[in-house]
């Protein structure tokens, strides 16, 4: 199957989810948040439980788990950046950390970890309510005309 193939049938499969656009837009937000943690490869289980534990969609939340992934080094980098602000940290002091960690400083990891952990906290929070809500919206106003665009056009 193509790449181009792949994305319209998750698409198709995600817009065509039969429950109500709060619910699959739950779904898509616990699938997306997952990446912001380091999972191990449990990177699915993780997001069908917290489908399940939010009464939210399980296909949209392994279908979101599913079309996010690549980004997942761009949730790291917004985990630091966030991390960065709050803790009042400069940047350039996380980038010498970061060469640090080679020489197996524990100072270094400390940074490395307080800077990551406090960043991908509130980023999954903010994540959550974000894609949650613009994704209800979304599909409560677009989701007939959005299926009938990708069953056009892609």
Known sequence: MTYKRKIKYYLLRFLRVATSPFIAAGGFACGTIVHFHITSGFGLAIALFLAK??????????????????????FFYLNFITGD?????KTPDIII???DLTLLRLYSILVI???????????SLLGLF??????????K??????????KKYL
């Open 130 to 139: 974000l894609i949650w809500f613009s994704g209800y919206f979304f599909l």
């Open 53 to 74: 534990l939010t009464r939210t969609s399980c296909i949209a939340s392994s279908l979101a788990w599913a079309l996010t992934m690549p980004l997942t080094p761009v």
């Open 85 to 89: 602000l709050l803790l009042g940290q």
């Open 113 to 123: 970890g307080k800077t990551f952990i406090i960043g991908s906290l509130i980023n």
């Open 97 to 99: 950390a970061i060469k």
């Open 141 to 150: 106003r677009y989701r007939k005309p959005a299926l009938k665009f990708v």
